[in-house]
């Protein structure tokens, strides 16, 4: 059964620092990975996909990279801002739906 | 439309009751997704819909939960003789095809069962 955890479970930082979320995955037989954004009362946001065989994919300040064989994926956030605060979910896609981490709770302090 | 659209956005009912969720997704997707989040959980899993169909609904935690998507469009989760433990957000996502495809979710339906 395919189990997807995330660490840090919150972060809290002064705005300017560059960040690294983590996300680790039990089975590597994954279609995909995505990380999501959800803001307080409100849905997800998907921020990146990343295919199961690309390395990494980037946006603007994020870039996500992802490693099929160890399990691992990384979210790097560069020159943080408070308007970044927000919990942060990592995904898995699998058969036919996602598999949730339980989130990172990330709040960037002016 | 814009987005995906749940309604209503909150609902309060009491133990026992029957309860209606609508999720009206992006137009033209064929996939859609129910999903249900606990208070600092992660999202899990319920039901998915590739037209009007159930394609997978490993994730329905018992018979009390029903989902129908009668036209390949609009879906209604329902649930039956609802418990407190039913308390919680309910997800709706769509996708343009399913399979990987980007999900884009709605804001949600906060059900509390009193």
């Known amino acids: 059964k395919q189990e997807v955890t995330q660490i840090p479970a919150a972060l809290s930082v002064p705005e300017g620092e560059n960040l690294v979320l983590n996300c680790s995955f039990t089975?590597?037989?994954?279609?995909?990975l995505q990380w999501f954004r959800q803001d307080p009362g409100k849905g997800l946001t998907s921020l990146l996909l990343i295919q199961s065989s690309q390395r990494e994919q980037t946006s603007g300040r994020l870039n996500a990279s992802l490693d099929k064989s160890s399990g691992r994926s990384t979210l790097y956030i560069a020159a943080s801002q408070p308007g970044d605060s927000a919990t942060y979910l990592c995904a898995v896609f699998g058969t036919d739906k996602l598999i949730f981490g339980t989130g990172t709770r990330l709040q960037v302090f002016p | 439309g814009a987005g995906v659209s749940q309604t209503p956005s909150n609902k309060v009912t009491e133990k026992g009751k029957y309860v209606e969720l609508r999720c009206d997704p992006i137009s033209g997707h064929t996939a859609l997704y129910w999903y249900r989040q606990s208070l600092g959980q992660g999202p899990e899993f319920l039901i998915y819909f590739q037209g009007t169909g159930a394609a997978d609904d490993s994730g329905l935690p018992n018979d009390r939960f029903f989902a129908v998507r009668p036209e390949g469009s609009v879906s209604t989760l329902k649930i039956q003789r609802t418990e407190r433990g039913d308390s919680a957000v309910y997800l709706c996502?769509?996708?343009?095809?399913?399979?990987?495809?980007?999900?884009?979710f709605g804001a949600g339906t906060r059900l509390s069962v009193l």
């Open positions: 996502a769509s996708s343009s095809s399913g399979r990987g495809n980007i999900q884009y």
């Open positions: 089975d590597s037989a994954i279609y995909n």
